[in-house]
C-alpha cells in the first residue's frame, strides 16, 4: 500500500462523501447549513470503528471508518456513508443512539 493509493482512497472517499451529503440535502433529509460551517474533510481511519462515523472540530468535518483492515484499503458502501451522515447531523434520533464503536 503507497502513498498513491492513501491519495486515490481519500479522494474517492471525499467524493462519495459529497455525493451522499448532497443526496440528503436534496431529500431535505439534512439542511446544507450543517456543512457549510466546514471547510475542510478529513478522512481518518478509525481502527476498532464498527460503522462511519463522523465528528467535528473547529471548521473541519473528520469522516471516520476502518479504510485499512487487514492490510487492503475499502471505502464504506453509499448507505453506511448516509447512516452516519443522519446520525452526526441528528445524534438524539433513536437509531443513532443504537451505534457504537
Do not use: H, K, W
Not at 485499512?68 to 456513508?81: F, H, Q, Y
Not at 451522515?85 to 445524534?91: D, G, H, Q, V
Amino acid at each position: 500500500m503507497g502513498r498513491g493509493d492513501l491519495e486515490r482512497l481519500r479522494r474517492q472517499a471525499g467524493d462519495r462523501f459529497r455525493i451522499a451529503a448532497s443526496r440528503l440535502c436534496s431529500q431535505g433529509a439534512i439542511s446544507a447549513a450543517t456543512f457549510r460551517r466546514y471547510n475542510r474533510l478529513i478522512v481518518q481511519n478509525g481502527a476498532g470503528a464498527t460503522e462511519v462515523g463522523f465528528y467535528n472540530q473547529g471548521r473541519a468535518l473528520y469522516f471516520q471508518y476502518v479504510f485499512t483492515e487487514g492490510g487492503s484499503l475499502a471505502l464504506p458502501d453509499a448507505a453506511d456513508i448516509r447512516e452516519g451522515l443522519r446520525c452526526f447531523a441528528s445524534p438524539r434520533r433513536r437509531d443513532c443512539s443504537l451505534r457504537g464503536d
